[in-house]
């Protein structure tokens, strides 16, 4: 998740909360109330061994945050952890049953007329429609849904398939999952037909939510063709349901299976809106997230109720301090981690998420920012390369709206460089907004590092280790680094609730993936630094890391160079094969508006990372595009470059978001 790219204009404190602003900050109360004095005796009292205590701060404060943050079980745990088995194993409270629709949703619609009638979720579609659902209505629909799942023999411990368009009904499917203890495997909308019967083969799932499609820059897309095709392909699925989004019920444009299709209209709401909630155990599975795959086969990453219970709650009441009032908005779709984080986490306190369907730019560049003035949203999260893109725009697009109504930013998903990391924080957040950079992954369904509001900031920041996250850098031989600046690997060295039970395909590859590197350590796999000050920075995938005779670096570190350079916008680094030095750096540029490509300004850039990383890394070659082939949440799909460049197999490329930029890259200039 979040990263950065080098430590060179990052070393000045850009954000320092006022007084004000900490003291009302959620962090802040949880500290007054322990008796906590700073940052620092925060994240020691959390993460460390307590002298002359019998437990670990990590276990004080997973226990203390189940009733601190008002986290409802049924039954009572019996301790807050079971790690007889080493970490890899880890069964946290044992003994506890719960539900996480409960707890999200059940509970709220419970109460007084005033919480019930609450606004769980706004919903824009690119086309201007706004739906909003209250607390009532996402009880009574996620009952709708457990009643369908159970009529078609979903019972405990089945796997239910979500390959749906971003609309709200995807946290009534969610919840409906969690109720009747369903695993909730959530596919990604933009993959194509390869890569959802992949998730559909691998989950066994007999049950599959579609749509018809969904809107995107103006048009629609259809899904369920690709839904049939995948279901071709991976077998399995013996109900399809199907939610109406562009009209296909009425106008009969869509493909159609008799007796195995039904639209949601008839499926789900004809169902009873009443239904008893299953009290779980705590380690009970609730959703299968896949791992992107762009190496390799999908990891399926098995999560638990209890442990994304009080891993998205703690992190979004602490990490983005939510407030009752506040209005939440992260770009995600439900196929990635960051959409169930944001839904459960929000939820748990009664919140109010927003959910936009479309493209950032559609119609024009300023649709997020007049989304937030129009629905006066709180918290605004986004990849750093949407941010690049968007600020290529001009400006002049955010001048008239008022943007004051946000007072957290979020980010993840790629490397920050400090240019668009100012411009986020100047221009979108008005200097004011803190910039909780985040960076953890599907594995944990959280962050591993998450800056507190309350704390100081350095452009591209992450802070430092996430509340009850025990993190270390260490070396090749597993001892923590000790010089400043001294890069390392990134490692856990003790568990979390939400880390995943093991994969589905069992055991053997997930302690071959996580555990192998370092006795009884979890390797994260990124490049890791923390400065004279206590800051920690990120640095790309170790595995990343491209030999250039002998000599790595990171492909972050080498875009971080060129986007330092005042021309380029978007940056893109590649190893490829050379004869001389076994591998070379290739690189790919998106200019600013107004700058011409010219021979003399790519020297220039070569000459710029030589300058910084040393001559061995200049680059071979550097060529010139105008976009980059991006997922639809606006990550550069890195292995898309590298095989257009070396000719090789693209593989299924069905996630890209816009498959016209593989073209541009065949015609680098």
């Not at 226990?63 to 970490?87: C, M, T």
């Not at 690049?388 to 980010?411: C, F, I, T, V």
């Not at 061995?616 to 060529?623: K, Q, S, T, W």
């Not at 898309?640 to 680098?668: K, R």
Request: some cysteine; hydrophobic content about 35%.
């Amino acid at each position: 998740m979040g990263e950065t790219t080098s430590l060179e204009d990052v070393d000045e404190i850009v954000h320092e909360p006022s007084e004000e602003f900490v003291e009302s900050t959620n962090v802040a109360a949880f500290m007054r109330e322990y008796g906590i004095d700073n940052y620092e005796a925060l994240i020691e009292r959390t993460t460390t061994e307590l002298e002359g205590e019998s437990e670990s701060g990590v276990d004080w404060f997973w226990d203390e945050l189940v009733d601190y943050l008002g986290i409802e079980f049924y039954e009572e745990y019996d301790e807050v952890r079971d790690n007889s088995e080493g970490p890899q194993f880890t069964d946290w409270y044992p003994g506890g049953e719960l539900n996480l629709a409960h707890n999200v949703a059940d509970r709220h619609a419970a109460r007084d007329e005033e919480r019930r009638n609450k606004v769980a979720t706004i919903w824009e579609g690119e086309d201007g429609e706004v739906r909003e659902i209250t607390y009532h209505e996402l009880r009574r629909q996620s009952n709708q849904v457990a009643n369908a799942l159970e009529e078609r023999g979903i019972e405990t411990g089945d796997t239910v398939g979500l390959y749906m368009p971003m609309v709200p009904e995807v946290a009534a499917i969610l919840y409906g999952c969690f109720k009747v203890g369903a695993i909730a495997v959530p596919i990604f909308s933009g993959f194509g037909v390869d890569a959802t019967a992949t998730r559909i083969a691998d989950s066994e799932c007999s049950v599959l939510f579609t749509g018809d499609g969904f809107y995107r820059r103006g048009s629609p897309v259809r899904l369920k063709g690709s839904a049939d095709e995948a279901i071709e392909e991976a077998g399995y699925v013996e109900d399809v349901i199907v939610f109406d989004r562009l009209g296909s019920n009425d106008d009969g444009d869509v493909p159609w299976t008799d007796d195995r299709d039904e639209w949601w209209a008839d499926a789900v709401e004809s169902q009873s809106d009443e239904y008893e909630t299953k009290s779980l155990p705590a380690d009970q599975e609730s959703m299968l997230l896949y791992s992107s795959g762009t190496t390799g086969k999908p990891k399926g990453i098995v999560h638990t109720h209890a442990g994304v219970q009080v891993q998205c709650s703690k992190e979004v009441h602490f990490g983005m301090d939510l407030k009752p009032s506040d209005r939440f908005f992260w770009v995600s779709d439900i196929g990635w981690m960051m959409g169930p984080w944001t839904l459960i986490g929000t939820h748990t306190f009664g919140g109010t998420v927003f959910m936009y369907e479309g493209a950032p730019d559609h119609p024009e560049p300023d649709r997020f920012w007049e989304m937030i003035d129009r629905h006066e949203l709180t918290q605004f999260g986004i990849s750093p390369t949407a941010i690049r893109a968007l600020r290529k725009h001009g400006d002049e697009w955010l001048e008239d709206h008022d943007l004051s109504s946000l007072r957290l930013l979020g980010s993840t998903g790629e490397p920050w460089d400090p240019e668009s990391w100012r411009w986020f924080y100047e221009h979108v957040g008005g200097s004011e907004a803190p910039i909780v950079n985040i960076s953890g992954g599907t594995e944990i369904c959280g962050c591993f590092l998450m800056p507190m509001p309350s704390e100081p900031l350095k452009p591209c920041t992450l802070g430092g280790p996430g509340l009850g996250m025990d993190i270390d850098i260490v070396d090749a031989t597993g001892e923590s680094v000790r010089e400043e600046n001294e890069r390392g690997y990134l490692v856990a060295r003790d568990s979390c609730p939400s880390m995943t039970k093991s994969l589905w395909s069992g055991d053997e590859r997930y302690l071959e993936e996580y555990w192998s590197r370092f006795d009884d350590m979890w390797n994260h796999g990124d490049w890791a630094q923390k400065d004279a000050d206590g800051f920690w920075f990120l640095h790309g995938r170790a595995d990343d890391a491209l030999n250039v005779a002998g000599r790595k670096v990171g492909p972050a570190e080498v875009e971080g160079a060129l986007i330092d350079h005042d021309a380029v916008n978007q940056a893109a680094a590649i190893g490829a094969p050379d004869d001389t030095t076994g591998t070379a750096v290739v690189t790919y540029v998106i200019l600013e508006d107004g700058r011409e490509e010219s021979d003399d300004l790519r020297e220039e850039l070569r000459a710029q990372v030589g300058e910084e990383l040393g001559k061995p890394f200049r680059p071979r070659e550097v060529l010139f595009v105008d976009e980059f082939p991006k997922t639809q949440s606006g990550k550069i799909i890195r292995r898309a470059i590298e095989a257009t460049y070396t000719g090789e197999d693209l593989g299924d490329m069905s996630s890209i978001e816009n498959p016209d930029a593989l073209e541009d890259l065949e015609d680098a200039r």
